[in-house]
């Protein structure tokens, strides 16, 4: 059998227990095959195909960035301090205008680097150009839920039509792709950039199709109150009234949200991806995810894009949602250590509709391996509260998707990590002047 072996190092277990354990995955299928103490699983260990050494390491399931726009790495530091609506308007709206599909090929390696040298292995992105993600994404060898967000709001009914049309053709093509690490989603961009008619039919259509949906919900106020004063209805009760809520859905943000459309969101099995980096700098708001976990929803994690960030390392977004988390709740045991680590794993896959998020016998052999041999992760009282509170991204030796090794010992074996950088600093330099041309 064509085994991986990731021996000598301790691991978290669905239950939240760390425990000496080696991890043999079988490579041809992609899924981890025993979890068990070295003497347990030594026939395995000893006749291993490739050894990968996790001594003095925790091996944790592979990260999952619930929600993000990978290509706007490129936007990086671009514009900073402004509130999501003038951000988006004045500063990258007008940017992404000149970005072309070789700029979002180009952004998205970069972002994909950069997620597999933190210990993520499944991402969800909202963007264009998808096919380009989409070829990242096969020769990169993570997993993703990719689809073309789209926006109807200061379009004549052509063009709103044809970028509808887009997403969900973009979701019906690329599903499966790269070996089925591919998964798509119908993705109008927000309850308030995409008119309700468009909506209505848009989601008719991607119900048929049997296609999930993610879209931007309730992340400001200023998003909030026009639903509301147009129509009297919360925007999740308006989004049940479109029948945009259902267990294979998933809304990033959820910031501003009632009793009343938590209780829809737990329901209905919507999942949503809380994103406290993005809410934090865009002083969007602190999420109720405290309240959303006790009432049943599955809340997931993103970072959202590069540019309201400003990096995609999900230890970063464990820290901050359970920091945020506790100051939201007013309560110092809200949003604990062990509720993060569930969110960044076992709850990103499951909002996701992806394989992955456990080490366990069976689940799909996505794993990170963490270095412990550091200062700041000295000493170990508690793995978890590392993971939570003291590790980061930069701490992970090796990643693993699919039963596939895409970094060893820090070395990115998928993709040139230095042309790909190069790559993408010429991308950025060459859409900014473009941008201030046509401004
Ligand atoms: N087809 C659309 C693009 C939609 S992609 C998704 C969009 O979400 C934007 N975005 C990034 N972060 C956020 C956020 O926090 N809230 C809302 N939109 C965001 C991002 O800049 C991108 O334009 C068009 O032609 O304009
Ligand atoms: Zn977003």
């Known amino acids: 059998m064509n085994t991986l072996c990731v021996t000598g190092g301790r691991a978290l277990r669905p239950d939240g227990r760390v425990e000496r354990a080696d991890v043999v995955i079988d490579r041809d299928a992609g899924t981890i095959r025993a979890v068990g103490a070295p003497n347990e699983v030594a026939d395995a260990t000893d006749a291993a195909t490739e050894t990968l050494d996790a001594e003095g390491s925790l091996v944790i399931p592979g990260l999952v960035n619930a929600h993000t726009h990978v290509a706007m790495t490129l936007l990086r530091g671009y514009a900073d301090d402004k509130p999501l609506d003038a951000w ?15 700029d979002v090929e180009a952004g998205a390696e970069l972002g994909v680097v950069e997620m597999i040298r933190s210990g993520t292995t499944a991402f969800a ?10 070829d990242v994404v096969d020769r990169a060898g993570l997993r993703a839920r990719l689809g073309h967000g789209a926006v109807t709001v200061g379009k004549d009914d052509a063009a709103a039509a044809a970028d509808v049309e887009e ?13 089925g690490r591919i998964r798509t989603a119908f993705m109008p961009h927000s309850l308030t950039t995409v008119g309700e008619e468009f909506l209505r039919e848009g989601v008719d259509e991607a119900r048929e199709a049997g296609v999930p949906i993610h879209l931007h919900a309730n992340e400001t106020t200023d998003e909030v109150d026009p639903i509301v004063d147009e129509g009297g209805q919360r925007p999740i009760e308006y989004a049940d009234d479109i029948g945009v809520l259902g267990p294979e859905d998933f809304f990033a943000h959820g910031v501003h949200v009632d009793g009343a ?3 829809l969101l737990a329901e209905s099995g919507t999942a949503v991806v809380h994103c406290p980096a993005s809410n934090m700098k865009l002083a969007s708001g602190m999420a109720p995810v405290q309240r959303m976990r006790d009432a049943g929803v599955t809340v997931a994690l ?10 995609l390392d999900l230890f970063d977004e464990m820290r901050d949602a359970a920091m945020v988390g506790k100051l939201a709740a007013e309560d110092a045991s809200a949003v604990p250590a062990e509720a993060v680590v569930e969110m960044a794993t076992a709850a990103g896959a499951d909002a996701l509709g992806l394989p992955g998020g456990r080490i366990a016998e069976g689940a799909a052999a996505d794993l990170a391996v963490v270095d412990l041999d550091a200062p700041h992760l000295t000493p170990v009282h508690d793995l978890v509260s590392h993971l939570a509170y003291a590790a980061s991204g930069h701490d992970v030796r090796h990643t693993v998707c699919d039963g596939e090794v895409l970094m060893r010992d820090r070395d990115v074996l ?3 990590v230095e042309a790909v950088r190069e790559r993408a600093a010429e991308a950025a330099a060459g859409v900014v002047a473009r941008a201030e041309d046509a401004g």
Not at 92 to 100: D, F, K, N, R
């Open 302 to 311: 993103g970072t959202d894009g590069a540019a309201s960030n400003n990096d």
């Open 125 to 134: 992105d909202m963007y264009f150009a998808v096919d380009r993600v989409a």
């Open 88 to 102: 988006l308007r004045e500063d990258i709206w007008p940017v992404e205008a000149e970005l072309t599909p070789d």
């Open 167 to 179: 997403s969900l053709a973009v979701a019906a093509e690329l599903d499966g792709a790269a070996d």
């Open 261 to 263: 459309e938590i209780d």
């Open 414 to 416: 998928t993709l040139d």
